[in-house]
């Protein structure tokens, strides 16, 4: 299993700086969003973005689930990383979920249950009240380039949909487990790998290449389910076909994609947690 890189003892470092903000309320979700945001050493947020020079603002990452930034240690691992001078500095916007069967998913289609009935109205969130209100509070650039989505599980299947879709906002999706087993059809004798997953399909039959760039994680144990019997379980199967479908469509492996493949990682927030310094050097290396 991937490891958390050591902490460095040469340089002090102070640490983040961790706030929590309820003020934002969602028309389309029709609820209360409470925002876990991490600022960077050094930048407690106190001057407002209306009083920073565009130079002044820093890259986001913005994260599905949250509500479990205890269990993946996320200050402790931007702390070890900020020691290092492994990464650059950002904000985290952290989006603690609520109805994440419904609200994530892909928002084009729900699955054939009907789970992500919701996920339409979470991107319309996202890109209509998230993003104006973080741009609005917190020190953060306002270009796709620099912002950056990710998540877990069915939080990672949400953040690759919304940054698939939305180029003009995004640059860059992470998904740790993600759940691309998302179907339309259950698994019977009519289902079909090649026609019934989502999110493959919406990759096959959606536009051109975009500035994007995607990090995809698997654990080998991540489950145990093999539906079509080859050896290699669902997760990753689903996982690295998508790939596959992003470099048919002409995403380079080499530039444009990172899989990492952790051995015996499972599909929790240990496993995530001692992955995420991958993801965030990738996406905020140095």
Known sequence: MAELLPVSTQAYSPPVSVRHD???VSVPLNRSIHLTIILPPNDQGDRLPQNRLPQDRLPVLYLNDGQDLPKLHMTEVLDSLYQ???IRPFVLVAIHAGDRIQEYGTAAQ??????GSKAARYTDFVL???IPYVEKHYPVRTDAASSVFAGFSLGGLSAFDIVYHHPDRFSRAGVFSGSFWWRSRAFDGAYSDDTDRIAHQLVRHGGGVQPLRFWFETGTDDETSDRN???????IEDTTDLIDELVRKGY???TDIRYVEVPGGQHNQETWRAVMPDFLIWTFGR
């Open 252 to 254: 380079r492996r080499d």
């Open 110 to 115: 729900a699955d054939y249950m009907n789970r």
């Open 128 to 130: 209509t009240e998230l």
């Open 84 to 86: 290092q001078q492994a």
């Open 229 to 235: 019997n080859n050896g290699i379980i669902d997760s």
């Open 22 to 24: 309820d003020s934002l």
